[in-house]
């Protein structure tokens, strides 16, 4: 086949948060098969920095700095009519590198990654479009709405509806349209206009099972000397979602535990936690740790790794490295799906606060019911989630045959 020209909305390096996680592994799989043109932006400039971590993949590539800030792109999508979140990726620098990309190289296939950047793929381009939105991003702000202010719920209203109507738009451009499991493909599907063409296909996220493993590395030396037990979350500290579990856990759950077990610590690992976090570190048993430069010590060092997600989209990637390490992970049904893993027996789910702080105390007071967790959860993801058999249908996309591997959802 031809060149490939791939389109991301944040460089795929390094993959140290979720979106990035998924594109990097997919950019190192289509570098396997075809010489790859890669579009992208960073969001700041130590991400604009990785840039040259491309030139050992990539045959071309354009690595532009995103504006900082929503102000103007919600202006220009007030004026437009577009959703914030397309204007906010929309720079006529890269549209000029996609027209001359497209011109100069023989693309066979544009691959898309997150539907922010489907507004590049041309109207008149004759090859193959395969686009990954990985979820539903139009339904993520429909659920942002309820229970907001009058003036945010209208905001996430109206970018709900406008985001629907492009999601609408890519699913009857593209060859095919991908989707990270098979309930964001039902959602996705439910969402379309009756009658509409499109073809929806799973391609669930994976886990790099050689670099989180428990032999790996070692326990992170603060936690391994303080008194436990330990419990751990990671993520991006500045997504809503991620915030509202951590308070979840600081304010409901971790009280119910330390009446249990008194020295319980909680903490929170990753990057740019926002201000109403950060001030809760050193207080009533959490630790606000910020941006690391590796989330396994703290893994390795937990007790109960926890995700108690009311609103989660997709593949949680936290919770399938987690499992990778041996952890006994205790998290919410929201952020169990998507992952075809048995409760009781690769982790243990609870539907309330109390029941979510009985698991982490039932875990902590079962030593050897805990390790039998980890253990099953790490045998789980090798056989079942494993990043190489997760991207097998991916030369089949690319090329326009069958994909025997990803699992048909239209």
């Known amino acids: 086949m031809g060149d490939i020209l791939f389109l991301a909305h944040r460089i795929p390096f ?6 990035k996680i998924r594109s990097h592994h997919l950019l190192l799989k289509l570098a396997e098969l075809a010489q790859v043109h890669v579009g992208c932006f960073a969001d700041n400039d130590v991400d604009l920095g990785h840039a040259v971590a491309l030139r050992g ?7 532009l700095r995103r504006r900082a800030g929503l102000a103007l792109p919600g202006l220009r999508a007030l004026a437009s009519g577009k959703p914030v979140s397309l204007t906010a990726f929309d720079h006529p620098a890269m549209r000029e590198w996609v027209s001359r990309t497209l011109a100069e190289k023989n693309i066979d296939c544009i691959f898309v990654f997150s539907g922010q950047m489907g507004q590049y793929v ?11 939105l990985c979820d539903v991003d139009s339904a993520k702000f429909a659920s942002y709405a309820e229970g907001a202010s009058a003036a945010k719920a209208w905001i996430y209203d109206r970018e709900s509806r ?14 095919h349209t991908l989707l990270v499991s098979e309930a964001e493909a039902e959602l996705f599907r439910s969402r379309l206009p009756a009658g509409s063409r499109h073809s929806v296909s799973v391609l669930r996220n994976g886990v790099d099972t050689a670099l989180f493993h428990p032999r790996n590395c070692q326990p992170h030396p603060v936690l391994d000397q303080m008194p436990g037990p330990h419990i751990v979350f990671t993520g991006q500290m500045d997504y809503p979602p991620n915030v509202e ?11 119910m535990v330390r009446e ?20 809760r570190d050193g207080k009533q048993g959490v630790r606000v740790w910020g941006e690391v430069p590796d989330v396994r010590p703290f893994l390795s060092a937990s007790d109960a790794v926890i995700a108690p997600l009311a609103i989660a989209r997709g593949v949680q990637n936290k919770v399938l490295e987690a499992m990778a390490m ?40 079962d030593p050897v019911f805990a390790a039998n967790l980890g253990r099953a959860a790490r045998d789980y993801v090798i056989e079942h989630q494993d990043w190489d058999a997760m991207l097998k249908p991916l030369a089949a996309l690319v090329a326009g045959s069958a994909p025997s591997g990803c699992r048909d959802a239209a």
Do not use: M, N
């Open 162 to 175: 406008l985001l629907a109507r492009e999601e609408a738009r890519l699913a009857a451009r593209a060859d």
């Open 260 to 279: 249990k077990l008194p020295s319980t610590t909680f903490h929170i690992v990753g990057r740019a936690p926002v201000e109403r976090l950060i001030r």
């Open 245 to 255: 579990a951590c308070e979840r856990v600081a304010d409901r759950i971790l009280p």
């Open 326 to 365: 041996a952890r006994p992970v205790v998290l919410s049904a929201e952020a169990a799906a998507g992952i075809d893993a048995t409760d009781g027996t690769h982790w243990c789910i609870g539907h309330s606060d109390a029941e979510l702080a009985d698991q982490v105390c039932a875990i902590v007071e």
């Open 14 to 19: 390094p993959p140290d948060r979720g979106d």
């Open 57 to 63: 993949v990539a045959a071309s590539h354009q690595v």
């Open 122 to 132: 041309p109207a008149d381009f004759g090859g193959r479009v395969v686009i990954d």
